[in-house]
């Protein structure tokens, strides 16, 4: 028989042995491997955690050989956003349109996969249970955080610019920085744009929402504290066309 790779189970965490095994793995990527750091990640049990995490769900992606969790994704769904008082964004983002939009709303963060499954079906796997869960909880709009590696906007100039000049959102969508900590992604013109330099630099999680339809809000964060440049993605499952939606969906 043909080796087909492994084969993975998504589930919700449910116990905190499984929050823990996430905030592992993010410790691993977020803090060992790309330079992050924050108030409550535990360096001596090597765990990424924040004062969020009791509020969001959390999706897990097991190897069914290993038994090892290899990917996670989080997830608060905007009622819950009212318990803790905030989404965890609105401190890099102005959500004020998003909130009086009367829209289902769904944050997203956190999202990684484990160095030995990137390329592989994992993230594809992670998707699938997101798409489930959306489709449950009959969520509408979809926004996160996700992160350039690096804090130098000059080295990020041409694929910052252009998110900004061809994927920004439309104004009833359309989220900004936070005045006091706004960085302009306006950077390069739009006809001194190289499309394709720009999209190597590109992130493979924000170029699978651009695929998905995705926009970005109006400018970025500097997240010293993290070492990344952060743009703000909105997906709008209503906006969304029926080839993205089978992508989506993992038809």
């Known amino acids: 028989m043909p080796d087909t790779g492994p084969t993975f189970t998504v589930k919700l965490a449910e116990t905190e042995a499984e929050l823990k095994a996430a905030q592992r793995l993010r410790y691993d990527v977020f803090v060992r491997e790309l330079g992050g750091g924050g108030d409550l990640v535990d360096h001596e049990a090597g765990l990424e955690k924040d004062r969020f995490d009791p509020y969001f769900d959390h999706m897990l992606a097991y190897d069914d050989g290993t038994g090892e969790i290899i990917g996670v994704y989080r997830m608060l769904p905007g009622e819950r956003a009212a318990e803790v008082g905030q989404f965890y964004s609105e401190d890099e983002y102005d959500l004020t349109v998003l909130k009086n939009s009367g829209r289902k709303l769904l944050e997203l963060g956190r999202s990684c996969v484990h160095p030995d499954y990137r390329g ?7 998707w699938n249970g997101l798409a489930a869960y959306v489709t449950e909880r009959e969520i509408e709009v979809l926004f996160g955080v996700a992160s350039f590696h690096g804090t130098d906007v000059t080295a990020l100039a041409q694929p910052l610019s252009m998110l900004h000049h061809n994927h920004l959102a439309p104004p009833e969508l359309l989220v900004r920085a936070q005045p006091d900590v706004f960085q302009s992604m306006d950077l390069v013109a ?16 924000i170029k699978a929402y651009l695929r998905l339809g995705g926009f970005v809000g109006e400018g970025a964060f500097i997240d010293h504290k993290f070492n990344t440049t952060d743009v703000c ?3 709008d499952t209503a906006r969304m066309n029926d080839r993205q939606r089978r992508i989506y969906g993992g038809a």
């Open 233 to 235: 993605l909105i997906l």
């Open 120 to 126: 592989g079906t994992a993230m594809y796997h992670l």
């Open 190 to 205: 739009k006809d001194a744009l190289d499309r394709r330099a720009a999209m190597v630099q590109v992130p493979a999680l």
